[in-house]
């Protein structure tokens, strides 16, 4: 055996985190340091799930080779020694001494016979290699590989959730126009943010202190590990009480094409204020920068930052301010580089919300588009898919991807196997939660993770063991990070394919996988029985928790919040099943998409309205072309049955 699996997962991680972030980033416009960054950060939390399962059969074996050790029985025998050879019988005794050990399955290995007397010792021991009764796992990793392995992608992912990531979020969004003082704008934005941290990290070394405990640097890595877990399980669970219950949920619903077509309208007439506002906002600001711009001349020495500020705008809309009539009244700011660090972060700003926004929008219509042709053909008896705009597809495609089988896909199969996903998913969520509400309980074993863990593990089937590992921490980030992008109050990031997601979003992604997934790990290592501190078994345990460490350094945060926490997720997924959240918020005035109300059914209708009158550019998609002083802008619509232009000179 050797490190090969290993080396493979290694490897194909790589390449999914590279492809991953290929598709949703932009190699070529964002900054090279965003972009590494966030590689690192989504492959090194893809390494911890991917190769977590690969410790978990690695500590089984080692744990099966210890129990081995710690089966073996002596059975002593005394006999007289005759007359004779040996000696008198009352000097002289034969201790015979029958060793048998046992292998984990019952079976008897060997017998060791030990022969002593009174006047010389000889002993005779022939022991067995500890691996005769425990078969090696298919990925077994030497000894050492682990320990270093773990501290690199750990102690690096924590290095970059807690001081890189956020310094770069915060200087992504400075208005500063040199290195210095963005990174300064950058440390300043986040004193609040470090400070808050430093406070708890105070409070709990008062805390040990005031105890009379003894503090070492393991322990005070043990102690930062257990405040980012903390935090981590903090969200975890409050993610996976919602994401838990709605990621099958929103799988069943969207087997349905119609309840699909009607939450994509009541989105169109919600985003469709969203840009009414975001485009306002940024129409503001452009006034403000042609007004401020107004008054920096060709030789003013601030008219290098406002050339900055103007390439970030986008080329379109600088020609459309630009041609525009000067405004009557001068701006209130005076020229200073304060004002334009004000303007440029608030375009900035502006400028990434608006982006967001239209890239939303642009999917929504494509999603919308296709749904009302599925919808369509479903009606209809013609077992043949008709498109209302000609598919772009490569021609081995349509050959082989025939109008027949695409309306059998998408009209009769795909909602039947989407429903049968549901139901699967929702059977996995229901392990997940008794699982979490019953895994302190050892004797008997009922959280069923440790169950079907242990069955495999009675048959030495660590291939099974990997799948289960790997598969359920799948499903529970899964359900956690697809959440993340969900809550409304995070709105302002947005994960977009086709390379449309800004740095922003990007940074803030690779920041909370980062946070998420140790403490992800951890909760799963004690679903499974494999967390030694949960259980309260002395056992072996993984290579990754013994770098992670344990947290029982603090009594509070031992004996209560990460056992009895996670039971929470009980509470908040009965309150995600009656839409308790949805229902709150539609009181409060934040409409919600609800299926028994009426001012939903009003905001359906609506967006029915704007997607059928073309209301809104796609701008993911258009050409501008300029000939001598004039501009033409065509922009592509992609809603109605036909294609529109529209032509602005």
């Known amino acids: 055996m050797s490190v090969g699996p290993l080396v493979v997962e290694v490897l194909l991680t790589f390449i999914v985190a590279a492809v991953v972030l290929c598709r949703y980033g932009n190699w070529y416009r964002h900054h090279l340091v965003v972009t590494v960054s966030v590689l690192v950060a989504w492959y090194f939390s893809m390494l911890i799930v991917f190769i977590l399962p690969l410790d978990v059969s690695n500590t089984i074996y080692e744990n099966c080779l210890q129990d081995l050790k710690e089966q073996t029985i002596v059975h002593p025998s005394n006999a007289a020694l005759p007359d004779g050879d040996g000696g008198d019988g009352d000097n002289n005794t034969l201790m015979a001494a029958d060793l048998t050990i046992e292998g984990v399955d019952g079976t008897n290995i060997t017998i060791i016979n030990i022969t002593t007397t009174t006047t010389t010792t000889t002993t005779t021991t022939t022991l067995p290699p500890p691996e005769v009764g425990c078969l090696k796992p298919w990925s077994f990793v030497p000894a050492g590989v682990f320990p270093v392995f773990w501290r690199v992608v750990y102690w690096t992912s924590q290095f970059l959730t807690w001081v890189i990531l956020p310094l770069m979020q915060s ?12 990174l300064r704008s950058a440390l300043i934005d986040n004193i609040i943010y470090y400070g808050s941290y430093l406070l708890i990290v105070g409070i709990l070394l008062l805390y040990i202190a005031f105890t009379d405990m003894g503090l070492d640097g393991a ?56 840009r009414a506002e975001s485009n306002e906002r940024v129409s503001d600001l452009l006034q403000s920068m042609r007004a401020l711009g107004g008054s920096i001349g060709p030789g003013h020495p601030l008219r290098p930052h406002m050339d900055v500020i103007e390439s970030k705008v986008p080329t379109e809309l600088l020609d459309r301010v630009r041609r ?92 039947c196997l989407l429903r049968a996903l549901a139901v699967f998913f929702a059977l996995v969520s229901v392990v997940v939660v008794w699982s979490e509400l019953t895994f302190f309980s050892t004797n008997p074993t009922i959280s069923l993770f440790a169950v079907f863990v242990n069955l495999a593990k009675a048959n030495y089937d660590y291939f099974t063991i990997e799948v289960i590992s790997s598969l359920s921490m799948a499903y529970i980030a899964l359900c956690a990070y697809s959440t993340l992008f969900k809550i409304r109050v995070l709105n302002l990031y947005y994960l977009a394919p086709h390379h449309q997601t800004d740095e922003y979003s990007l940074i803030f992604s690779g920041m909370m996988l980062c946070r998420l997934t140790p403490p992800m790990c951890l ?83 609506e967006g029915k309205t704007l997607i059928n009158r073309g209301t809104g550019p796609v701008n993911i998609i258009h050409c501008i072309y300029t000939f001598h002083n004039c501009s033409l802008c065509i922009t592509t619509y992609y809603i109605q049955r036909h294609q529109k232009y529209r032509v602005v000179i």
Request: aromatic share 10%; charged share 20%.
């Open 324 to 415: 525009q009539p000067p405004p009557d009244s001068p701006h209130a700011d005076v020229p200073s580089e304060k004002a334009l660090v004000r303007l440029h972060k608030q375009l900035l700003k502006a400028l990434q919300n608006q982006r967001r926004v239209e890239t939303q929008w642009g999917l929504l219509v494509e999603k919308v588009v296709d749904l009302e042709d599925t919808y369509r053909n479903s009606l209809s008896h013609d077992s043949t898919f008709k498109h209302s705009t000609p598919p772009n597809r490569h021609h081995i495609i349509s050959y082989v991807y025939t109008p027949t089988i695409e309306w059998v896909w998408r009209c009769k199969v795909r909602g």
């Open 523 to 605: 909760n799963f290592l004690s679903l499974i029985h494999m967390d030694s501190h949960v259980i309260k078994v002395r056992t072996e345990e993984t290579h990754y928790t013994q770098i992670m460490g344990h947290m029982d350094v603090i009594r509070i945060i031992s004996d209560g919040f990460n056992i009895y926490f996670p039971m929470m997720i009980v509470a908040l997924c009965l309150a995600t099943y009656y839409s308790l959240g949805s229902r709150l918020l539609s009181a409060l005035g934040f409409q919600q998409f609800m299926c028994d109300d009426d001012l939903t059914t009003d905001l359906i209708e």
């Open 171 to 182: 200087y992504t969004k400075a208005g500063d126009f040199t290195f210095g003082s963005k």
């Open 219 to 274: 322990k005070l890595r043990a102690i930062a590990a257990s405040a980012s877990n903390t935090w981590g399980l903090f969200w975890l669970v409050l993610l996976l009480g919602y994401g838990l219950v709605e990621v099958p949920r929103s799988i069943w619903h969207s087997a349905s094409t119609l309840h699909t077509l009607h939450h994509a309208y009541f989105r169109a007439a919600k985003l469709s204020q969203e």
